[in-house]
């Protein structure tokens, strides 16, 4: 069994527009997201055996995201997850129609999906008990050309990803 999800893996230069924002946070921001673990999630698939994990990627390799411009101008928090986030204030709509597709397909292989509302974003922090002061940031510009599958480790003192495959 392995944990595995679909999202969006920054190039060098988007990760270290987002270690920008996350280096400005307060002291007390909890646990700052490590540099090789910033993401933006498509689809959490959880855990799911080889056989799904196989089905899973040949139905991904047959799909392609339209290229586009994903603009992270809005910070936030949320109370319930203990999160500080950056994600967009507008959605391009080529992203929540690719990740349709992708739970589509992801569907089709027997993997159970999560079935709240999707709202991309890049998690900076986690543990954050209380509202920190947050500043407006100089908005990321990430361009889209692909996507990942991504697995993810529980390790001492967090997670760690690790991408095992992505979309030319």
Known sequence: ??????????????????????????????????????????????????????????????????????????????????VVWLAPAHIPEEIPIFVAELAAASTRCSVRLDQRPYRPHVTLARGVRRKPVLHSVIPVQWPVRGFSLIQSQTIPGGSSYKEIWSSP
């Open 1 to 82: 069994m392995a944990r595995l999800f679909f999202a969006l893996w920054p190039g060098p230069e988007t990760r270290d527009s987002l270690l920008k924002i996350r280096d400005t946070l307060p002291a007390d921001c909890g646990r700052l997201i490590s540099a090789n673990n910033l993401h933006i999630t498509l689809v959490f698939l959880g855990e799911v055996n080889a056989e799904k994990a196989e089905c899973v990627m040949d139905r991904a390799r047959q799909l392609s995201i339209k290229p586009v411009t994903l603009i992270l101008d809005n910070i936030g928090w949320w109370n319930k997850t203990q």
